[in-house]
């Protein structure tokens, strides 16, 4: 069909001729932007994935940075945390050296003290001028910000990161399940004599006649108020004895003047009989010896027991069992001022009696009873005292000094040889017989730092414990050699024990324990405490802000972030159970001069403080930040390469399709020219 006012095959061809020219204009724009979406037009899906990709590629690139420049953070602490090491390391040289007194001159000590103050004043210069773009980080400003201060329960912390959220702090509950124990071997009391109440003596009594030696006679025993003694001057008898409970009465019978009707007969009772009939009374003992002054020792025929039955007797006891009281001494010494005072350096009661006039009895058991200690009079009574009636105290007939003995019990009963060793080290100790626990427990003291062993003397009986607390707290007693009269051996517990760790949780979580610390390394926590020895006490506490926040992560998000806490280095803060570093300064507690042993202690805490926090930035430089940037740039790109599949242009297929939009545009042009000639073939109609 022809027709003039349209042509039909001119609109077609001029459609495919536009649409070719948009493909060869695609194929231009692409290959000149190397892009395949030019516009939204060009994939609308294509578009929102790649803008994704992108915005997440534009975080991760950040993210590198921010990973980076928190590297170089704790590159920068972890140097000026390496120069405070070094300094340190020179400072325990110092102290080291200084212990060895012996050979040191006071000027090299002054000198070594010199440098010990001069490499504090380098800390401290250190931990105000570590900086990063003007951010100091070692002076504590970098450190969290918590209430664990109002825990009275925890000794030490360290926050080292926490991830407060969006709500800027962070809850933590502790819950001590069971505290940390020592290493503790327990010998029974079984192993020692029993323990009593130490006495200086069961009465003085003295009895004027030549059998009995002109000796006086001290009686050890129960409660009795009075003797009685029955001549037998007509019976042989060489001397028996026995005591009614009931009327606390001993009575002592015995031909002692050898008198009767018959005349002069030899009296039979002699001092070692009467000894052995006391003696042989259940709860008695008897102790002779010569008076050193007082009237001559009368004849036989001059003896009138009425008259010489008693000139002293007292019974004076400690009123606390137990060894404290072996070994006192009693004393009577003459005065204006009477009174009594225990002297407990030289463990001597002296009773002043005065000399210008009798004393009863009645009087000394008061002084006994009053007596001061030390001159300061004591809160309870040290001593009780009982007397015989009828006693008068001549100032001319003065007491010999007399000792408690063992009386107090608590001594070994055969010599001992045994080795005691612990976390530090062993040491082998041999005691003789009659050593008592106070005795025992001060030698192993005495070396406690060798062998991380202390001794205590308890109403449980000796134990031996552990200095440290924990697992890794170990005791263990071996009997070398013992008496065959020794029960030490079969009285002991146990022959070796170790000690428990902390079990506690945090926020629900069980943490990690050593002896009395516990930490937890969780992605929102990770913290040391240290609670107070044994310690079995609940707390709370908040993380209220502070330390350094990175952001590691292309998203704002907690899970992306990590929040590092920068512990101080100053003199002021390094240190703990042992003490503070400034203490080593000139005139501090622990100065060469004052307390050498204790700045030891003092550096080998902080050395070992520093290299933990030094070790705690490598860790978190090397598994967090260096693996996070590893995995950022694997990450970003992986990105990349996805969005380079959506929205770059393949060259190859863009060649092959400019080529056929060329063709296409040049082949449609002709047609379109032949498509308009096509209405003057009208014109041959009309002819």
């Given amino acids: 069909m022809t027709r003039i006012n349209t042509n039909v095959s001119s609109m077609v ?22 892009l395949r979406i030019n516009s939204a037009s060009d994939d609308s899906a294509g578009i929102i994935a790649r803008d994704t990709l992108r915005s997440e590629i534009t975080g991760l690139t950040k993210s590198i940075s921010n990973t980076q420049r928190a590297s170089q953070i704790i590159s920068t602490a972890d140097a000026a945390l390496g120069e405070v090491g070094n300094l340190l390391s020179e400072v325990r040289g110092l102290i080291v050296e200084s212990a060895n007194s012996g050979a040191l001159s006071p000027e090299e000590l002054d000198a070594n003290q ?170 008695f003992t008897v102790e002779r010896f010569g008076l050193p002054s007082g009237p001559s020792v009368p004849t036989a025929a001059e003896v009138e027991l009425e008259e010489a039955q008693i000139i002293a007797g007292v019974i004076a006891s400690a009123n606390i069992a137990g060894e404290a009281y072996n070994n006192v001494m009693i004393e009577f010494d003459t005065g204006s001022t009477p009174g009594a005072n225990y002297d407990t350096n030289s463990k001597t009661l002296t009773v002043t009696i005065d000399d210008s006039s009798t004393t009863t009895g009645e009087q000394v058991v008061t002084l006994i009873e009053n007596a001061t200690v030390d001159g300061e009079a004591p809160a309870e009574a040290l001593f009780s005292a009982i007397e015989s009636p009828n006693i008068e105290y001549n100032p001319d007939r003065i007491i010999v000094p007399r000792s408690t003995g063992l009386t107090g019990g608590e001594v070994l009963q055969d010599d001992l040889v045994f080795q005691l060793s612990g976390t530090n080290g062993a040491e ?16 192993v003291n005495l070396v406690s730092d060798t062998t991380g062993i202390t001794a205590e003397n308890t109403s449980d009986g000796l134990v031996f414990r552990s200095i440290d607390y924990g697992s890794d707290a170990v005791i263990s007693l071996d009997v070398i050699d013992e008496g065959g009269s020794g029960t030490f051996e079969s009285n002991l517990q146990k022959r070796r024990d170790v000690g428990s760790d902390v079990v506690a949780t945090v926020n629900g979580i069980e943490a990690n324990a050593s002896g009395n610390e516990l930490s937890i390394n969780t992605a929102a926590l990770d913290l040391s405490l240290t609670v107070s020895e044994g310690s079995s006490t609940n707390f709370n506490f908040t993380i209220t802000g502070g330390g350094i926040n990175f952001q590691l992560g292309s998203r704002v998000l907690g899970a992306q972030q990590a929040n590092l806490s920068l512990s101080s280095v100053s003199t002021g803060q390094l240190g703990g159970s042992a003490g503070r570093l400034y203490e080593l300064g000139t005139g501090q507690a622990k100065s060469l001069r004052n307390d050498v042993n204790g700045a030891a202690k003092v550096i080998d805490q902080v050395i070992a403080q520093v290299a933990n926090e030094r070790g705690r930035l490598g860790a978190f430089q090397a598994t967090t930040l260096e693996s996070n940037l590893s995995a950022l740039n694997e990450t970003k790109a992986n990105l990349q390469e996805a969005e380079s599949s959506i929205s770059d242009a393949s060259f190859a297929d863009e060649s092959a399709r400019l080529t056929r939009a060329q063709i296409l545009v040049q082949s449609g042009t002709n047609v379109l020219s032949l498509a308009n000639q096509n209405p003057r073939n009208v014109l041959q109609l009309l002819q």
């Fill in 428 to 443: 082998t100790f041999s005691f003789s017989a009659n050593t008592s626990k106070d005795q025992i427990a001060e030698a």
């Fill in 114 to 283: 010199l440098q010990i103050d001069s490499s504090l004043e380098a800390i401290n210069r250190i931990s105000q001028t570590t900086t990063f773009q003007g951010r100091k980080l070692l002076d504590g400003s970098q450190e969290f910000t918590s209430t664990l201060s109002n825990i009275e329960s925890v000794t030490d912390s360290n926050i080292q990161q926490a991830n407060l959220g969006r709500t800027s702090r962070l809850d933590v509950e502790v819950v001590v399940k069971n505290a940390a124990e020592q290493a503790q071997i327990t010998i029974d009391d079984a192993a020692f004599t029993a323990k009593d109440n130490a006495f200086v003596a069961g009465g003085l009594f003295h009895f004027a006649s030549q059998q009995i030696r002109g000796e006086d006679l001290w009686i050890k025993g129960q409660d009795y108020t009075s003797i009685e003694v029955i001549d037998t001057p007509t019976v042989s008898n060489t001397g028996t004895a026995d005591y009614d409970p009931d009327t606390q009465v001993l009575t002592i019978t015995g031909n002692f003047s050898g008198t009767g009707l018959a005349g002069t007969v030899a009296a039979d009772a002699t001092g070692t009989t009467i000894d052995a009939a006391i003696s042989a009374i259940d709860g």
């Fill in 13 to 34: 061809a001029q459609n495919r001729l536009r649409s070719s020219n948009n493909d060869l204009q695609t194929s231009l724009t692409r290959l000149s932007t190397g």
